[in-house]
Nanobody, 119 residues
């Protein structure tokens, strides 16, 4: 089923931007195009929460806290998922995880990438 590897996290000032990338190692295109692909985050002491996802067909969903600031996208041929994060706030700080959810409900997770926003 392959692995997911995130990159692009870092330490930024409030108001700045970051772009996260998730690369899936699967060579089977259908396992990428038929699945729900998303980004989650987990802040210290809090539960993991959905940030944004793309469902089969291309519709996107966003957490209310990031609407208008974050954009999720994917490139099927590159097996990659992106999260463009603009106007970052300190409350966006956390570990960001890439998720690949199969139609069966099985989840595949990346190892996470740290995003820290300081004011």
């Amino acid at each position: 089923q392959g692995t997911l590897v995130e990159s692009g996290g870092g330490l930024v000032q409030a108001g700045e931007s970051l772009r996260l990338t998730c690369k899936a190692s699967t060579t089977i295109l259908s396992t990428f195009t038929s699945n729900t692909l998303g980004w989650y985050r987990q802040a210290p002491g809090k539960e993991r929460e959905l940030v944004a996802n793309i469902i089969p067909g291309g519709r996107t969903n966003y957490a209310d806290s990031v609407k208008g600031r974050f954009t999720i996208s994917k490139e099927n041929t590159r097996r990659s998922i992106y999260l463009q994060m603009n106007s970052l706030k300190p409350e966006d700080t956390g570990v960001y995880y890439c998720n690949n959810r199969y139609p069966s409900g099985h989840d595949k997770w990346g190892q996470g990438t740290q995003v820290t926003v300081v004011s």
